[in-house]
């Protein structure tokens, strides 16, 4: 089966490996306050760091997914309001949370095909995050490293948060222009879903401190304190934990996989122009996502598609939210090899050239 969907998506075919080395190894049933454990979770926050390019002083932490981390940010970083600015049904839902928890959080909408407005932006002055979805999986759009820096250079002082959870692992993304970061591990990392990663710079870290919210179990200064020991608040998904530590080891710095998905976009892009039935969902070339395609038709030849793909063995990625129906979405990670994407050409130019 070949698997194009954009999360879960195609685990890395090392992870069969992997899951039998863990079990052999005793990973599986040791404590997580045990050497072991520690050993293992000091060395997998050193390779993300390594691997990822993600700077020395940011601390890491390990969470249950991305939707966590929206409820760990908002609770742990904000006592009034966070500004969420969007286009997607990802960073839409972020903000729902946010306005449940705290009510005079701000949502900001922006058009899929233009650049987040940085220069336009009416957040308010008193607000505490900046929250916004770097690559939004819902659309197949993507907030460029240009945009970021702007924003950075714009509102120096406040805190911004970025949902990666769809590029982290694929691109090489500039954390410095950002202070909290984090993904799920079944997008871009290639692996089984059930881990979240997050990464804060000293600055949230500092304004954690400050606020000390320990209301929940997953408050960030307390998971912070864990932290220093390479622990967790709770018990962690160890085998994901691994599993990502033995994946890291084994995979090229981010530079070369973020070339390479550059590439593969543009060549993904220009192949599905060519079909007159069919349309780029993002027309500005400029806010296209790397790492996930949205092609957008008729509903019935949507339909059509995704059954004849399944029929030959090929899963293609729904549509979502709005577009549910009138898109599919071709998922762009580093796990899915050159040749199956090969393979997905000659499906589509034997059937609906
Ligand atoms: C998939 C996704 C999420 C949700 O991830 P979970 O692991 O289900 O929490 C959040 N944000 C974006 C941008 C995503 O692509």
Known sequence: MLNFYPGPSKVYPEIRNYLLDAYDEGILSTPHRGEQ?????????????????????????????????????IQSL?????????????????????????????????????????????????????????????????????TILNLHNRFRDTLIAVDATSSMAGLNLKLIKADIWYASVQKCFGLPAGLGIMACSPRAIFRAKQMNERGHYNSLVSMYEKMLNYQTTHTPNVLNIYLLKRMLEDRPF??????????RAQELYTFFEQFSDLKLLVENEEVRSKTVIAIEASERLVDDM????????????????????????????????????????????????
């Open 37 to 73: 454990f520690v050993q293992m979770s000091r060395a997998v926050v050193g390779s993300i760091k390594r691997k990822l390019n993600i700077p020395q002083d940011y601390q890491i932490f390990f969470t249950s997914s991305a939707t966590e981390c929206w409820e760990i940010l």
């Open 306 to 353: 995704k059954k004849r793909a399944l029929y030959h063995n090929i899963r293609l990625g729904n549509g979502y939210g709005p577009w549910a129906r009138n898109t599919f979405r071709v998922a762009n990670f580093p796990a899915i090899q050159d040749e199956e994407y090969e393979e997905l050409k000659r499906f589509f130019l034997h059937y609906y050239a």
């Open 254 to 263: 981010i530079k070369a996989i973020d070339q390479d998905l550059t590439d």
């Open 78 to 146: 904000t006592k009034q309001k966070s500004s969420h600015v969007y286009n997607g049904s990802f960073g839409e839902k972020w903000f729902q949370y946010a306005k449940l928890l705290r009510p005079k959080s701000e949502g900001i909408k922006f058009d899929v095909n233009e650049a987040m407005p940085v220069e336009d932006l009416q957040i308010s002055s008193d607000t505490e995050l900046i929250c916004f979805t770097q690559n939004e999986t819902s659309n197949g759009t993507q907030v460029t490293p240009t």
